[in-house]
C-alpha cells in the first residue's frame, strides 16, 4: 500500500520568515517527486519537481530528497501571504498515477 | 502559457444518468490523466490514458467508469451510471512524458442527486 504522510496543520508563519513543509512516503521505489498548491476551490497547480537526492532551488521555493529516509520537504523563503494554501506532496510510483497526501494546510500571517 | 481545459465547470446529474466530462490537454502532451477529490478529502488517481489505450488505472476506475480519446483534442471520462458517491471535484492532466511534470485543469465539479 502506498502511502504519504504529511502534517495537516494548520502550520502558521509570519510574513517574511521560512515556512517548512514535510512528507514522507512508505515506498523507495518511487523515482520522481513533485509538489502542489492547492488554493480552496481550485485545481492542483505545480511548483517543484524533484528527481535526485539533494536540494533543488527555483525561486523562493526549495525541495528536498532523501530517499533512504523515503522523505521530501519544501522550504518557502520569504513567505507572502498568497503563498497561504494547502501544500500537496505527490511522489510518482509507476510509470503514471500521483499519490497525493492529504496536504498540509499552510497559513501566512500578515 | 498552454494550459489544460475542462467542460464544463459545473455539472449536475441524477443517480444512474450518464454524465461526459470534457478535458482538452496541453497540445503537445502525450500522456493524460484522470483525477478526482472528494469534498475535503485527497486528490485520487483514477486512470492514465497514452496512446490511445488506458496505461495504469485505481481500484476507484470500475466498470462504470471509461475514457476516450475521440478527436486530437479531446479526452474524455464518462462515467455510465451515476452514484451518489460519484460526487466529487473530476481533474484532468496531461504531461508530455511518462515520470515527468503533470499539469491539472481547473476541474469539473460533479453533482450527484
Known amino acids: 500500500q502506498k502511502e504519504v504522510e504529511q502534517n495537516s496543520g494548520p502550520l502558521s508563519v509570519p510574513e517574511g520568515a521560512i515556512a517548512s513543509l514535510n512528507c514522507t512516503y512508505s515506498d523507495r521505489g518511487s523515482q520522481s517527486f513533485f509538489w502542489y498548491r492547492q488554493y480552496s476551490g481550485k485545481s492542483p497547480e505545480l511548483i517543484m519537481s524533484?528527481?535526485?537526492?539533494g536540494d533543488k532551488e527555483d525561486g523562493r521555493f526549495t525541495a528536498q530528497l532523501n530517499k533512504a529516509s523515503q522523505y521530501v520537504s519544501l522550504l518557502i523563503r520569504d513567505s507572502q501571504p498568497s503563498d497561504s494554501a494547502t501544500y500537496l506532496c505527490a511522489p510518482l510510483w509507476g510509470a503514471d498515477g500521483l499519490t497525493f497526501g492529504k496536504g498540509t494546510h499552510l497559513i501566512i500571517q500578515p | 502559457e498552454p494550459e489544460v481545459t475542462q467542460t464544463p465547470s459545473h455539472q449536475v446529474t441524477q443517480m444512474g444518468q450518464e454524465v461526459i466530462l470534457r478535458c482538452v490537454p496541453i497540445?503537445?502532451?502525450?500522456?493524460f490523466y484522470w483525477y478526482r477529490q472528494i469534498l475535503g478529502q485527497k486528490v485520487e488517481f483514477l486512470v492514465s490514458f497514452y496512446n490511445n489505450e488506458i496505461s495504469e488505472k485505481s481500484e476507484i476506475f470500475d466498470d462504470q467508469f471509461s475514457v476516450e480519446r475521440p478527436d486530437g483534442s479531446n479526452f474524455t471520462l464518462k462515467i455510465r451510471s451515476t452514484k451518489l458517491e460519484d460526487s466529487a471535484m473530476y481533474f484532468c492532466?496531461?504531461?508530455?512524458?511518462?515520470?515527468?511534470?503533470?499539469?491539472f485543469g481547473p476541474g469539473t465539479r460533479l453533482t450527484v442527486t
Open positions: 524533484i528527481y535526485s537526492n
Open positions: 492532466a496531461s504531461s508530455d512524458g511518462t515520470g515527468d511534470e503533470q499539469y
Open positions: 497540445s503537445n502532451h502525450l500522456y
